[in-house]
């Protein structure tokens, strides 16, 4: 398939814009209104009784908090990040600084600060909290007590494994002991972990159990290598991944866009699925549940075509 045409890919860019965070009312379909900490800035969300079922584009993972980890290094930075993102057609962005690295008060202050910026800079978009958390042995203890900023303010988190060896033994008991404490995890940049990448068929136990599987932008374009591309384009071949994100650090070298790589997406697994992708984004940020259709058994790499790349 080639490039996505104006269609329902295009259609997804219509309708997120400045506001605030929204999050639905128990016992019904409104949506309501409300902000972070009194930071007063976010997600606009239709207050109909259904919400609409398009929206512009919105990134879920990403470094623009200024120093504050490994990503945006200064103000300037970041701000050049937001207009990067916006001319890509991201209407909300979720900054995901590393959790271990910054406090909960800090991540709401900063987004707070660096909306105001944004507006004083003349740009739309608007910024969310969030956070990426490290899959430790502390992480029961840390979701039981809520000290966890989730995506937005909804019940996802954001969660990473280390990029170095196997998956740890109690990888499955974290995941039950977040959703206990009522949240609904995030695979973060599955393809980028060597056990995907030797076997995508890795996150099924984690999908079955009700994780969503989100992949890197560039990973589908080879910047992360040919082995975690390779892994990108198959997990979304097989509906095994459902949600693609930035995680951006630069302006420049790992920038904050989604749009190509949703349209490599609808290359590889069909437009259609690629429009459900971009539409599970939102509504994560909306806080609704995300119901992934169900995936097709991913295939495993074979080791001798990797040899001499």
């Known amino acids: 398939m080639g490039p996505t045409r104006t269609s329902d890919l295009a259609r997804?860019?219509?309708?997120?814009g400045p506001g605030r965070a929204g999050t639905m009312v128990s016992g019904g379909a409104r949506w309501a209104v409300r902000s972070w900490s009194g930071a007063g800035v976010g997600v606009h969300v239709t207050t109909s009784e259904e919400p609409t079922a398009h929206a512009r584009l919105v990134d879920l993972h990403s470094h623009v908090l200024p120093g504050v980890d490994d990503g945006a290094r200064d103000v300037d930075e970041a701000l050049r990040m937001l207009r990067v993102a916006e001319e890509d057609g991201i209407a909300t962005?979720?900054?995901?600084?590393?959790?271990?690295?910054?406090?909960?008060?800090?991540?709401?202050?900063?987004?707070?600060?660096?909306?105001?910026?944004?507006?004083?800079?003349?740009?739309?978009i608007r910024v969310v909290p969030g956070s990426e958390v490290r899959i430790a042995a502390d992480l029961p203890a840390r979701a039981a007590d809520g000290r966890l900023v989730t995506l937005a303010d909804t019940p996802y988190l954001l969660l990473e494994l280390s990029l170095w060896g196997d998956w740890p033994p109690f990888l499955l008991?974290?995941?039950?002991?977040?959703?206990?404490?009522?949240?609904?995890p995030i695979l973060a940049h599955a393809e980028r972990y060597p056990a995907v990448q030797r076997d995508p068929g890795r996150v099924l136990p984690l999908v079955e159990r009700g994780v969503l599987v989100q992949v890197n932008a560039d990973s589908l374009f080879g910047r992360n290598g040919r082995k975690a591309q390779w892994a990108a384009e198959e997990l979304i071949r097989s509906r095994a991944a459902h949600l693609i994100a930035s995680d951006a650090h630069r302006s420049d070298s790992r920038p904050p866009r989604?749009?190509?790589?949703?349209?490599?997406?609808?290359?590889?697994?069909?437009?259609?699925?690629a429009t459900w992708m971009a539409q599970a984004a939102v509504d994560v940020l909306r806080g609704a549940p995300v119901t992934p259709p169900q995936p097709e058994p991913p295939r495993r790499r074979r080791r001798f075509r990797w040899l001499f790349r």
């Open 93 to 124: 962005i979720a900054a995901t600084p590393h959790a271990d690295s910054v406090t909960p008060q800090q991540i709401l202050d900063g987004v707070a600060e660096l909306n105001r910026l944004a507006a004083d800079a003349g740009l739309r």
């Open 173 to 184: 008991e974290a995941i039950y002991s977040c959703q206990v404490a009522g949240l609904w």
């Open 258 to 273: 989604v749009r190509a790589a949703l349209e490599r997406a609808a290359a590889v697994a069909g437009e259609e699925y």
């Open 12 to 16: 997804l860019r219509g309708s997120f």
